[in-house]
């Protein structure tokens, strides 16, 4: 080390460590893709996990700034893949289906964010909201205002969060002031890619509200912007709702399908974030095999608002990848514990089961190969990023009780997604560094 290096910041999270080296099985609650590392050491060095070692064993070197989580959970942050920034507002309204639900609730909403003043506490609210339910990456709508991504964006590159943005494109059959134009919609999105895509861990995708809310021109402008800039990511909806999908076959005739509007825009690739994805059918998921696109399920939003049962076991045997979102505001929790308990009932509807291993999975490590990010994030490997949290295993005696009577580390992970919440959360670490505490861990 030179005299003007500074020495490494080393950190040490003492807990049971838990994350996945493959993909678990359909089903299989034994699985070989599960690493369970008990009582260890995760080994952070300026902000990067360069390994882990039994807690008995002595840290190598010395300098270590050690947080001692001793008995608790410790997990790769969630990864959230769709959810809606500005929705804070309308989480848990009352009583329509979707389309009825946005014009009655969201878009009135939104307006609110053409405000530098709204958008940029609306920014630091839900950006906070997210650590706070162990949230530490996120792919997520703010509004048609250039200014609601502008300082959601700059928000989170000040915490050093990963997160995928971008402003939302409404040019038709949205409120007045609601609506952008071609032009000018892209005039924003160059100004904004260009100054934030790939800054930090920062990411634009280019934002379609979904189809029916923007012409045929404004898709034909999207999809030249994903064609042009490299590694920039394309998020919609898609297939929620019948009264929607129906709405599309009218605006769109010439189209097969829902999704394949966005096909016929240049919208559908390795980066493209789908949401709901409900009503497909198997050709649509054959093109989701194809192009290497996503749908971000949201189960919780799927039941609030009565949308439909999404098939998981279809999607992945046709060859298509499968993330959770929590979807708030249609979504009732930020929480991806309550996320996962509703994607459990949603296939138990359908008589299948949904493992704790397979919902882990696919809000982390799974959610973070969808988005070519697993390099970075989604699991304890050397070299990813240190977005970790800390968790209790039980936050009350209804809780602590069931902890103590379960017989296998699958019963145990999944009676905590049925009964945890943000009240379990204990910290969140970004890049190693803390950005929530519940409680102060021992030093």
């Given at each position: 080390?030179t005299?003007?290096?500074?020495?490494?910041?080393?950190?040490a999270?003492?807990?049971d460590?838990?994350d996945?080296t493959?993909?678990?099985?359909?089903g299989?609650v034994?699985?070989?893709?599960v690493?369970?590392?008990?009582?260890?050491?995760?080994?952070?060095?300026?902000?990067r996990?360069t390994g882990a070692?039994p807690?008995d064993?002595?840290?190598?070197?010395?300098?270590?700034?050690?947080h001692?989580?001793?008995?608790?959970?410790?997990?790769?942050?969630?990864?959230d893949t769709?959810v809606?920034?500005?929705?804070?507002?309308?989480i848990?309204?009352y009583?329509?289906?979707?389309?009825?639900?946005?014009?009655?609730?969201?878009f009135?909403?939104e307006s609110?964010y053409?405000?530098?003043a709204e958008?940029?506490?609306?920014?630091?609210?839900f950006?906070?909201a997210?650590?706070?339910?162990?949230?530490?990456?996120?792919?997520?709508?703010?509004t048609?205002h250039?200014i609601?991504?502008?300082?959601?964006?700059?928000?989170a590159h000040?915490?050093?969060m990963?997160?995928?943005?971008?402003?939302?494109l409404?040019?038709?059959?949205?409120?007045?002031n609601?609506?952008?134009?071609?032009?000018?919609?892209?005039?924003?999105?160059?100004?904004?890619?260009e100054r934030?895509?790939?800054?930090g861990?920062?990411?634009y995708a280019?934002?379609?509200?979904?189809?029916?809310?923007s012409?045929?021109?404004?898709?034909?402008?999207?999809?030249?912007?994903?064609?042009?800039?490299?590694?920039?990511?394309?998020q919609?909806h898609?297939?929620e709702?019948?009264?929607?999908?129906?709405?599309?076959?009218q605006?769109f005739?010439?189209?097969?399908?829902?999704?394949?509007?966005?096909?016929?825009?240049g919208?559908?690739n390795?980066?493209s974030?789908?949401a709901?994805?409900?009503?497909?059918?198997a050709?649509?998921r054959?093109?989701l095999?194809?192009t290497?696109?996503?749908?971000?399920?949201?189960p919780s939003s799927?039941?609030?608002?009565?949308s439909g049962?999404?098939?998981?076991?279809?999607?992945e045997e046709?060859g298509?990848?499968v993330?959770?979102?929590?979807d708030?505001g249609?979504?009732?929790?930020l929480?991806?514990m309550?996320?996962?308990?509703?994607a459990?009932?949603?296939?138990a509807l359908?008589g299948?089961?949904?493992?704790g291993?397979?919902a882990?999975?696919?809000a982390?490590?799974?959610?973070a190969q969808?988005l070519?990010?697993?390099?970075?994030i989604g699991?304890?490997?050397p070299g990813?990023?240190?977005?970790?949290?800390?968790?209790?295993?039980?936050?009350?005696?209804?809780a602590?009780?069931?902890?103590?009577?379960?017989?296998?580390l699958?019963?145990?992970l999944?009676a905590?997604?049925?009964l945890a919440d943000d009240?379990?959360?204990a910290?969140?670490?970004?890049q190693?560094?803390?950005?929530f505490?519940r409680?102060?861990p021992?030093?």
């Amino acid at each position: 080390m030179t005299p003007t290096e500074a020495p490494p910041h080393r950190l040490a999270l003492r807990g049971d460590l838990l994350d996945f080296t493959a993909t678990p099985e359909w089903g299989a609650v034994h699985s070989p893709a599960v690493r369970w590392r008990p009582d260890h050491w995760l080994l952070v060095e300026d902000g990067r996990i360069t390994g882990a070692q039994p807690a008995d064993a002595p840290l190598p070197g010395e300098g270590w700034e050690r947080h001692d989580h001793r008995g608790r959970l410790v997990l790769p942050g969630f990864i959230d893949t769709h959810v809606h920034s500005p929705q804070l507002d309308v989480i848990g309204s009352y009583g329509t289906e979707l389309l009825d639900w946005l014009n009655t609730y969201t878009f009135p909403a939104e307006s609110r964010y053409a405000q530098a003043a709204e958008s940029e506490a609306g920014a630091a609210r839900f950006v906070q909201a997210l650590l706070a339910h162990g949230t530490t990456t996120a792919v997520v709508f703010p509004t048609v205002h250039k200014i609601s991504a502008e300082l959601l964006m700059a928000e989170a590159h000040r915490r050093g969060m990963r997160l995928i943005t971008g402003k939302v494109l409404m040019d038709r059959n949205a409120p007045d002031n609601l609506r952008d134009d071609v032009v000018q919609a892209e005039r924003d999105c160059v100004e904004l890619i260009e100054r934030w895509h790939g800054r930090g861990r920062l990411a634009y995708a280019v934002t379609v509200r979904f189809a029916p809310t923007s012409t045929p021109e404004q898709l034909a402008m999207a999809g030249a912007l994903c064609a042009a800039y490299p590694g920039l990511y394309m998020q919609t909806h898609v297939a929620e709702n019948r009264e929607e999908v129906a709405w599309v076959q009218q605006l769109f005739p010439e189209a097969r399908s829902y999704l394949d509007v966005y096909l016929r825009a240049g919208l559908m690739n390795e980066r493209s974030v789908l949401a709901h994805g409900i009503w497909l059918d198997a050709e649509d998921r054959a093109v989701l095999r194809d192009t290497g696109a996503q749908v971000a399920h949201s189960p919780s939003s799927n039941l609030f608002l009565g949308s439909g049962l999404f098939d998981w076991r279809a999607t992945e045997e046709a060859g298509g990848q499968v993330s959770l979102a929590s979807d708030v505001g249609g979504g009732t929790s930020l929480s991806m514990m309550r996320t996962v308990l509703d994607a459990y009932k949603i296939q138990a509807l359908q008589g299948q089961r949904l493992t704790g291993w397979k919902a882990l999975h696919a809000a982390t490590l799974g959610a973070a190969q969808a988005l070519r990010l697993d390099h970075e994030i989604g699991s304890f490997e050397p070299g990813r990023l240190a977005d970790v949290c800390v968790w209790d295993w039980a936050a009350d005696p209804v809780a602590e009780r069931r902890m103590a009577v379960v017989q296998s580390l699958h019963e145990q992970l999944f009676a905590w997604f049925t009964l945890a919440d943000d009240r379990n959360l204990a910290a969140a670490y970004v890049q190693g560094v803390p950005q929530f505490s519940r409680t102060p861990p021992v030093g």
